[in-house]
């Protein structure tokens, strides 16, 4: 009932920026928590940044004051801005959201990823 889509990946070079986008769709009561995961081969999956329906944010320290995690309640999506971005950023990012779907149930939904490359 909740779908993710996502967008703004690709490849940049060292120092470089993207945006990501990720726009939430379909039947839910509200969203909650929104965020970022990331995945990098032969790495652990880390969470990179979230942010709570009252716009507080918590961030990761390796991208701490290069990333900027924001969203927009009337469109549904939330967004990360990177900056200064390094090879070690590199990864699959995968966005989530926490959809209220009744009092006492919630439902995690999960976009389908998008790359990022940041190499020279």
């Known amino acids: 009932q909740v779908q993710l889509v996502e967008s703004g990946g690709g490849l940049v070079q060292p120092g470089g920026s993207l945006r990501l986008f990720c726009a939430a769709s379909?039947?839910?009561?509200?969203?909650?928590?929104m965020g970022w995961f990331r995945q990098a081969p032969g790495k652990q999956r880390e969470l990179v940044a979230r942010?709570?329906?009252?716009?507080?944010?918590n961030y990761v320290d390796s991208v701490k004051d290069r990333f900027t995690i924001s969203r927009d309640n009337a469109k549904n999506t939330v967004y990360l801005q990177m900056t200064s971005l390094k090879p070690d950023d590199t990864a699959v990012y995968y966005c989530?959201?926490?959809?209220?779907?009744?009092?006492?149930?919630?439902?995690?939904?999960w976009g389908q990823g998008t790359q990022v490359t940041v190499s020279s």
């Open positions: 989530y959201a926490e959809a209220v779907l009744a009092t006492t149930r919630t439902y995690t939904a």
């Open positions: 942010i709570s329906s009252g716009s507080s944010t």
């Open positions: 379909g039947s839910y009561f509200s969203i909650g928590d």
